[in-house]
């Protein structure tokens, strides 16, 4: 029913720009937050970057200063910026989307298949 889905991803040069677009696809729901989280081989899934409805963002340490996360609420998309890439920055990018579903108070979350973005020394 809900279809969370990315796109954006491939191969860049370190020091290129990237980005990183997901859309979340559905009915019955709202927002509650979007965000990207990463997941290289061998290390833990990790936040991003993300941003609540209300427009209040968190960036990971890696990442900021270098990226930049907006949305769209009425059109339940969130993109991701990434500028002045670094090999380390390779990994799986995941979208993820916090959705509150009409009549409820659960929260629930809801990911994209994952798009590899791989960065060139």
């Known amino acids: 029913q809900v279809h969370v889905v990315e796109s954006g991803g491939g191969l860049v040069q370190a020091g290129g720009s990237l980005r990183l677009s997901c859309a979340a696809s559905g009915s019955g729901f709202s927002i509650n937050a979007m965000g990207w989280y990463r997941q290289a081989p061998g290390k833990q899934r990790e936040l991003v970057a993300d941003i609540t409805s209300g427009g209040s963002t968190n960036y990971a340490d890696s990442v900021k200063g270098r990226s930049t996360i907006s949305r769209d609420n009425a059109k339940n998309t969130v993109a991701l910026l990434v500028n002045s890439l670094k090999p380390e920055d390779t990994a799986v990018y995941y979208c993820?989307?916090?959705?509150?579903?009409?009549?409820?108070?659960?929260?629930?979350?809801?990911w994209g298949q994952g798009t590899q973005v791989t960065v060139s020394s």
């Open positions: 993820n989307a916090r959705l509150k579903f009409r009549g409820t108070m659960r929260i629930s979350d809801y």
